[in-house]
């Protein structure tokens, strides 16, 4: 435990002059300068302001879609013509598309570029460590499956093949005639592909099989999608390695969907044909949710559990239509339950919808839609109106995805093997609910903010999280724990193996915490502690209204938040975004300062005391008592014994009056004050300059709070010393008391400093750790039925013992 020396003093001065801090001779970090050497220039079509400019453009892509799903071979057959609109003033002589299915191609780059994070991860002593059967098992079924896009003809709209050529999850199409500002073209595209096991190969859709024989297809990056071009990096074909999604144009879709007969289909969009492929009764219920004040089940579960037990051998085609959306996705499966409630969202009626196997219930029919409408209702407030007429969240093999109008979430409850209930942990409950929060609120960022996600996962995924916390807060009381809160993040900022948030999206270390939870912590810290709730919201719906069905960068972010907060931030972005700093701040010393009365009668009263308020030497305390001279002999005693160095006498008494004599009044009143004046010195050891949060304790035991900007490390990022003024002794400090600025260390926040608090748990000696004779002669137990391994023979004992 450490504690500070109180240095204690009386101040004669009339007047204080606090002088700018010396700057050291070291090399001076200016933590507040401007971004301006960081962020591009601004011009007409991004302004200085963060507001998209008059020249703002950005490109059009429209599909009509015809696909099948073969339930059977587990593929998808497509073709589609896509029309694109160049509204950029360049010309182009080609046109780039994604193919993200070959991200399965056994040559992809995913693959041959995949590493471990440590060697430790795979070789790993203890099995919790070392590989998993999972991991092994993917790993080696991605060496056989026949995955990727065949791509089966390009052709142009008038029926001729168009040259193209295929860069691995990129494929571009040579123009016959260059596509000049503001012109069209229309093409046409035929593929096909084997979807993936999603629970062995991973990714963000593919289909699920159950112990019944079904099968649920979650479907997704299916289709050749354009790439987008744009004036920021022109075409964005960064190669997809899995960690930077997608980034896309809007544009209006037709699509036909052809499954089995006895599948139903959730889909981005809305359903075209319901009379063709929905019963009476089904079409029925859909029209009463959409006035319901709770989920309609429009497929039950018994009727669901009824589908499973035989497979049509007919087909149904589901058409769907989707406006201004930047993507599109569907799921499709005989096992789905469907329920749905209608739920308005400024002047648009949305119906809120869920779809899932009787495996999720009954979380999913308890949670799932009350969730979606929750996050409509919550990110409204923080952003714009949802504008869609659908929001869907399905259950499959996907633990959590976003697309246009729909999302796949994956937690479900567990049924226990031996006696069949189904049960679910805190975890899954909050998981759920969560997860279904995080993914359609993702409509809102990048499905409607279309950010460039393959550039940037922070600024879809960070400011997605730092909004489902907000959400989750408004849920219930006391959330457990989740992404957002600054004390959540402290340890992953004083890590080492991290970089800074604005790092590309496949460079990303500790994905997690670098994209979703230190942005999600920062914007809070930024809403709490240094803008204040009313100008943060302010600025922050102003950036989602600005930039909705737009592309905005990192930098438009920035600066609308600083243009429509009347705030310079720069120090913020700089240091939360582009370095690995971290907040810890210590405070070091304190120094007591009260003003001196001038009145000897009580300054040396108060001397006095000082003086007899210090510890008795070890000598006086032995020499107590002891036999002294001038006690066997008063009259050796004088004045000098009866006074001391703190006697008043009448030449200070006189010296005094006419001290105060010269004084005016303001000034007599001054030294009646009786304040203390504190000097508390504060060091920034984690190099992150944050505002100081500082709570006072005062002898009475009343407590203060005191704010102070960011902005007072401005001339010493390092070390800077404050005045605290009260009207009684302090009698303690704490800095950041409520932990919201995310430092990393509050052991040394506090005056005096406080003891941490901790647990020793002990453990028995083990001394017969390896003992082959009693673990050789252990009972061998019968292995479980449902194994289908047969019982290992008996282990004989050799005939000669080895040699020793």
């Known amino acids: 435990m450490f504690r500070f020396p109180i240095r204690v003093a009386t101040l004669c001065l009339v007047a204080t002059t606090f002088a700018v801090p010396a700057l050291a001779a070291a090399p001076f970090d200016d933590k507040f300068r401007q971004l301006d050497e960081l962020l591009p220039t601004p011009n007409t079509i991004r302004t200085a302001s963060g507001a998209p400019g008059h020249a703002y453009w950005q490109q059009r892509a429209d599909y009509t879609i015809r696909a099948t799903l073969d339930e059977s071979r587990r593929a998808l057959s497509g073709a589609g013509t896509i029309t694109y609109y160049n509204n950029s003033p360049d010309t182009l002589k080609y046109l780039w598309l994604q193919l993200d299915q070959n991200i399965y191609r056994q040559d992809s780059d995913a693959r041959s570029t995949a590493i471990l994070p440590s060697r430790d991860a795979w070789s ?107 004036d920021v990096y022109g075409w964005q074909h960064k190669q997809f390695l899995g960690s930077g999604e997608f980034t896309l144009e809007f544009g209006d879709y037709d699509v036909r969907i052809t499954t089995p007969a006895d599948h139903i289909v959730a889909s981005t969009g809305e359903l075209q044909n319901p009379g063709e492929v929905l019963t009476a009764t089904q079409r029925q219920r859909l ?29 149904k085609t589901w058409h769907f239509k989707a406006r201004n959306v930047r993507d599109f996705a569907f799921a499709s499966s005989r096992k789905f339950i469907w329920d749905a409630q209608g739920v308005k969202s400024g002047n648009q009626n949305v119906m809120a919808m869920s779809y899932y196997p009787k495996e999720g219930n ?56 031996k006696t069949g209930e189904i049960t679910y942990s805190q975890r899954t409950k909050y998981g759920l609910i969560g997860v279904i929060i995080h993914e359609v609120g993702h409509n809102y960022f990048p499905m ?18 730092f909004l489902q916390y907000l959400a989750q807060q408004a849920w219930e009381e006391n959330w457990p724990d989740s992404r957002g809160e600054p004390r959540r993040i402290t340890d992953y900022m004083k890590s080492r193996n991290q970089v800074p948030i604005m790092t590309n999206s496949e460079s990303v270390l500790q994905f997690g915490n670098n994209a979703y939870a230190k942005p999600a912590a920062a914007l809070n810290v930024l809403r709490e502690t240094v803008l204040g709730r009313e100008l943060f919201d302010f600025a922050f719906k102003e ?212 003891a941490t608090p901790s647990r020793l748990e002990l453990f028995k000696t083990d001394t017969d750790q390896n003992n082959l004779m009693r673990d050789f002669n252990t009972k061998l137990k019968a ?22």
């Open 448 to 465: 409607i903010v279309n950010s460039d996600e393959r550039q940037w996962t922070w600024m879809d995924e960070g400011l997605n999280s």
């Open 543 to 754: 950036y989602a209204n600005r930039w909705k069905f737009k592309r905005p960068t990192p930098a438009d972010f920035f600066r609308t938040m600083e243009d429509a907060s009347g705030t310079d931030l720069d120090w913020f972005w700089r240091g939360w975004f582009y370095t690995t700093d971290n907040v810890d701040v210590s405070v070091d010393g304190i120094t007591e300062y009260t003003v001196s009365s001038q009145d000897p009668e009580v300054e040396k009263a108060w001397q006095r005391a000082r003086r007899q308020a210090e510890p008795v030497s070890i000598i006086d305390q032995r020499n107590k008592g002891m036999a002294r001279r001038v006690d066997a002999h008063p009259e050796l005693k004088d004045f000098y014994n009866e006074n001391d160095e703190f006697t008043v006498t009448n030449k200070d008494r006189n010296a005094y009056q006419e001290k105060i004599a010269g004084l005016e009044d303001w000034q007599k009143d001054l030294l009646k004050e009786g304040k203390h004046l504190y000097l508390v010195d504060f060091s920034n050891i984690g190099g992150l300059v944050t505002p100081l949060v500082v709570e006072i304790e005062l002898k009475s035991g009343k407590k203060t709070i005191e704010r102070i900007p960011a902005e007072v490390w401005r001339y010493s990022p390092t070390r800077i010393t404050k005045l605290f003024i009260t009207d009684e002794p302090m009698v303690g400090l704490t800095q950041d008391p409520y932990w919201e600025t995310a430092d990393t260390d509050v052991s040394n926040n506090s005056w005096p400093r406080k």
């Open 362 to 417: 009954p979380l999913w029919e308890k949670y799932s839609t009350q969730a979606i409408i929750h996050t409509i209702e919550q990110y409204n407030k923080y952003s714009f109106d949802y504008p869609y007429p659908t929001s869907i969240s399905v259950n499959g093999p996907v633990g959590g995805m976003e697309y246009p109008m729909i999302t796949f979430n994956g937690p479900r409850p567990v049924k226990d093997k």
């Open 124 to 230: 790993g002593k203890t099995a919790q460590t070392g590989p998993k059967f999972d991991a092994l098992r993917s790993l080696l079924e991605q060496r056989t499956f026949p995955g990727g896009f065949d791509i089966l003809a390009v052709k142009d709209s008038s029926g001729r093949a168009l040259p193209h050529t295929i860069n691995k999850t990129m494929m571009r199409v040579d123009l016959p005639q260059p596509l000049k500002p503001g012109a069209r073209v229309t093409f046409s595209v035929d593929w096909r592909y084997n979807i993936n096991e999603q629970k062995v190969l991973g990714g963000r859709s593919g289909y699920e099989k159950f112990d019944d024989k079904n099968d649920l297809f979650e479907i997704a990056q299916w289709f050749p999608r354009m790439a987008a071009y744009y």
């Open 287 to 315: 029209e009463q949710a959409r006035t319901a004040r709770k989920p309609v089940i429009i497929v039950t579960q018994a009727e669901a559990e009824a589908a499973e037990k035989s497979r049509s051998t007919a087909t």
């Open 783 to 804: 292995p479980e039925q449902e194994s289908g391994l047969a019982p290992a023979a008996p282990a004989q004992a050799p005939a000669t013992p080895p040699a020793q």
